[in-house]
């Protein structure tokens, strides 16, 4: 599986977007891009993912540019409770086995 | 809702105890993981499982073993527990193939071994 770097920690003002940036550029083609998400104290929780296209649902917007080699996680109106680590992963699927491999992920902080 | 339970939230076991965590989900995953989590090193895939009776090793097996004798129940076995075995173990399950690219977390037992 590709490798992803991901910076330690960001803050993001309360009301703001809080754009996560996730660098993949050893990516294959059959390779998706996985965003996860941990609030202190819980289990990760599953955001989105996409192959290629961006892709939008109720909690965030996921951007790969165009060779693949990076891709940004935005949460359009971060709140309070957004605050938590958030974890790019790229993994060929989803197939059978479907095991993850997480890093170490980006600790965000949004600020009031 | 997916539920995913594990047995203790918090357990302290002496070095060398044998100590079992259990995992049960409620969905009808074919797939179940143990991680654990350990501050700095993100979440580490110990075991997994995509069918009852079979088991897959993942990146750090050593020191612990499985069993997944039913298809919702998922336990990690530490033979003899050691003061390193310190850590937050997770509990995962997802279905597999397409609709496979969502894992579905427990809460997390935190397992002190002194």
């Known amino acids: 599986d590709a490798k992803t770097t991901q910076p330690p920690s960001m803050d993001c003002a309360e009301g703001r977007a809080a754009n996560l940036p996730c660098n993949h550029s050893?990516?294959?083609?059959?390779?998706?891009v996985y965003w996860y998400r941990q609030i202190h104290s819980q289990g990760p929780q599953y955001i989105i993912h996409?192959?290629?296209n961006n892709e939008t649902n109720e909690m965030a917007s996921l951007i790969i540019t165009e060779d693949r080699k990076s891709s940004t996680l935005i949460l359009p109106h971060a709140t309070l409770r957004d605050t938590a680590v958030y974890y790019c992963?790229?993994?060929?699927?989803?197939?059978?086995?479907?095991?993850?491999?997480f890093g170490a992920g980006t600790r965000l902080t949004v600020k009031p | 809702d997916v539920k995913v339970t594990q047995s203790s939230r918090y357990l302290v076991k002496r070095t060398g105890e044998k100590v079992f965590l259990e995992c049960v989900q409620d969905?009808?995953?074919?797939?179940m993981f143990w991680y654990r989590q350990d501050p700095g090193l993100g979440l580490r895939l110990i075991y997994f499982?995509?069918?009852?009776?079979?088991?897959e090793k993942g990146d750090i097996p050593e020191g612990y073993s499985v069993s997944r004798e039913k298809k919702e129940r998922f336990s990690l076995i530490l033979e003899s527990a050691s003061t390193n075995q310190t850590s937050m173990y997770l509990c995962?399950?997802?279905?597999?193939?397409?609709?496979?690219?969502?894992?579905?977390f427990g809460p997390g037992t935190r397992l002190t071994v002194t």
């Open positions: 995962a399950s997802s279905f597999q193939g397409a609709k496979g690219y969502e894992q579905y």
């Open positions: 050893t990516i294959s083609g059959n390779e998706y």
């Open positions: 996409g192959l290629k």
């Open positions: 992963i790229v993994r060929v699927g989803p197939y059978n086995n479907n095991d993850m491999r």
């Open positions: 969905m009808d995953h074919e797939n």
């Open positions: 499982s995509y069918d009852v009776k079979m088991k």
